[in-house]
């Protein structure tokens, strides 16, 4: 472990992998013109597109983690650049379906298997993408996910000595 996190807390921790990874990310994906932010749009439309999907923007933003405005302003990015196409929902006038255009699909496929060939590589310490480690890894970002974000009805105040 290097000096800088040897006696890190777990959140340093979690934002220090958070940021290398998107800084990676955004660097492979920057000769396909694409952000890290982008390709998590892109990418989780992809999959759930192949999955017979087309959400809405809001089912995007809860997918992706990512704010429901700035889905939006992706989206409309995205649109703008012939890879999105928004529509509004037939069923609710409020929502807008988003589905990948012909160009997304292929944009979005081959963002997909740059990013798996870096986390593959990222995760090289505990076995690649299909290693055990990765394996307890995941259910370990997992646990951690589905803990709801405690609500502090005060600020926490320290006295000092």
């Known amino acids: 472990m290097s000096n ?25 994906l920057a000769p396909l013109g694409l952000t890290h932010a982008q390709y998590s749009l892109l990418g989780s439309l992809w ?3 192949r999955s017979g999907l087309r959400p809405s923007q809001r089912a995007l ?36 379906r988003l589905s990948l255009t012909d160009e997304g699909l292929a944009v979005s496929g081959r963002a997909v298997e740059v990013v798996r060939r870096i986390v593959d590589g990222l995760l ?8 055990p480690g990765t394996e307890a890894f995941t259910h370990a970002l997992t ?19």
Request: proline share 8%; aromatic share 4%.
């Open 61 to 96: 933003a809860d997918h992706t983690g990512l704010e429901a405005l700035y889905v939006s302003k992706l989206a409309r990015g995205l649109e703008a650049a012939g890879l999105v196409e928004r529509a509004p929902d037939p069923a609710d006038t409020r929502a807008v």
């Open 124 to 131: 090289a310490p505990l076995g690649g993408l299909e290693g």
């Open 4 to 28: 800088t996190t040897e006696s890190a807390t777990p959140g340093f921790l979690v934002w220090r992998l958070s940021m290398k990874w998107r800084v990676a990310i955004d660097r492979a």
């Open 143 to 161: 646990a951690l996910l589905d803990v709801p974000v405690p609500v502090l009805t005060e600020p926490s105040t320290k006295e000092s000595s």
């Open 47 to 49: 999959g759930m597109q």
